[in-house]
């Protein structure tokens, strides 16, 4: 690990910047619940306490799905802090969940 | 369910089409693109993908009242709009009467971290949420495999474009999705024609000799009979056509109605009556025998006829044709201002063949002329390979014949190729052939006028000379002596040797009637003169016996006196006859 990774959690942002999440699913799928469990173990770990996470459901709310540019289900999207942030997949890796949430630098 | 459209009048329609209001690809399709199935149109960069389909989706919306969907991957929508509204495509009036739905999928490889299972299920139910709010019918997709440079799963990607394109199929819409041109062999670059059977449709953009000419080509198109060639097509203000015009049927009306060809004597040549309506004819020559002039006379002649005549001009400017003809004493400023003649003037290089061929199908299409000269074809040469130029006059001839239109073509022949090379093959296609050649002798060149062919007239033989006055063209006849014809000055030198010689004819002929009269007068004074003579003559036999009488009588007086003073006897006969014989 780089001396960077040791002080990720901090990173650039401050601890008490709120993040706001939002995970874009199609239904009850599989993919779907385990995408929003990884990512509630993730942020609980990481992010404890600030953050806050919006489950749109596009099978019910379909006009949603172009604003984010939403191509993949499931998505995550960081809304905030900015820059928006996109992570598709099921988040089963936690290490580049970190990563593409800025909560981790890039492994050099 | 639409009625099977049968547009392609002379393939079956098997399966149910939709038409896609492109000119000329419903045609080679036999109806337009398989109905509530996906066509795939790929072609490389530039090559008119995007606008296939946006026209496919406009002309749906406008002609065929079909609802439809664009999702474009590469361009955001309002550059498409802008793209197409140079067409006169108005993308947000169809957008705003429910026509026409958008969605711009934009996919940014950086953008995305990928972790873990995913499907693409957002992406179909954006695609089914923008077909269901306008009811859509057509579905664009272009161009799908930008989705492999923003994903990088393509295990993932493979598997849920062939779901995307069975639930096309499912959801009943006539889907065209475009795909990039791949390497050798393969149609698209990521295989996409793995998973369209139905209809593959590739465009193709060349380039030959700095000139870019598009073409078309089906490669399959399962249930359905289809062209197979590759048609060239085109792309300008009216959007994309296709030209399948490359299998004649040579059913053409034959009018019996001639037109003049401008020059009477010319007419005569070709049997009293110039040209047949609606045939072709072709000029030929070197350069300056007068073959633009001889177009300029058609031309005014027709016009002044009440034809309407488009004349293209490949080589000069209208105004320096205009110029030029009226040093000759043809003026056809007038018959430009009256709107029956038009001009359309333009280097041929300055676009493609097919463009060319566009261009004169437009034209005749908004000016409906009767009379179409393109002077020269062989400036054609320039911008393409013979064999195309030859398809491409074939096609021209063949349009401008099947409309009724009489086609005036000049092509230059060049010196040192022999006259069957230097028309390009296309002289079997005309009906009429007329050659100008330069007849040089004597340090002169002149020009003749040959007529070598002219189907269904009786057409002279003669060689006429030609020439340019400043009235026009004038066709003399050619003095034939042993030296061979005879034109221009060694012409006029020999009619001035003739004349003189009808004139020293005429000159002898005078001194000899003047030799006669004269010796006729004297004849006729010698004949009075003898005349008078013999009527002196008559005059004295006349007298000769009365003068003997009154001799006689006189005599007798003067025996009696005698007689009387010798107191001679009784005078009696006795008496009188012997003094007399005393006397003597």
Redesign the interface.
Known sequence: MSAAAANDPGLSFPDEATWTLRL?V?GQ?A?SI??FA?LRRICDQHLAGRYTIEVID??ER??L??GD???????LVRRLPPP??????????TE??L??LDLKSQPQ | MAPPTTIGPTIAVTLPKSPTGIQGLDEITGGGFPQGRPTLVCGGAGSGKTLLATQFLVRGALDFDEAGVFMSFEEPLHDLAQNVASLGYDLPALIAGKKLAM?????ERS?????????????F??L??AIDSVGAKRVVLDTLES?FG??SNAGILRAELRRLFGWLKDRGVTAVITGERGGAGSLTRQGLDEYVSDCVILLDHRVHDQVSTRRLRIVKYRGTSHGTNEYPFLIDASGLSVLPVTSLSLDHAAPTERISSGIGRLDTMLGGKGYYLGSSVLVTGAAGTGKSSMAAHFVDAACRHGERCLFFAFEESPRQLLRNMRSIGIDLAASVGRDVLRFEAARPTLVGLEQHLSTLHRAVREFKPTVVVLDPITSLLSVGAGSEVEALLLRMVDFLKSQGITGFFTSLTQSGVSLEQSVVGISSLMDTWLLLRDLEANGERTRGLYVIKARGLAHSNQIREFVLTDHGVDLLDVSVSAAGVLTGTARAAREAHERAAVFARQHDVDRQQRELMRKRTVLAARMAALQADLEIMDEELRRLPEQERQREALLEDERDVIARSRLADAPGNGAGESPRGDRR
Not at chain 1, 69 to 75: D, E
């Open positions: 874009y199609a799928t993919k385990e995408a990884n596009l099978l379909p006009q799905a172009s540019q939403i191509l993949a289900i499931p998505t928006i942030k996109k992570i598709i997949g099921t988040l089963s890796n580049r969940v990563v593409g | 969605d711009y999928v934009r996919v953008e995305i971290e990928e972790t873990g299972d995913y499907d693409l299920e957002a992406l139910v954006r089914a949420y989705l923003g994903l």
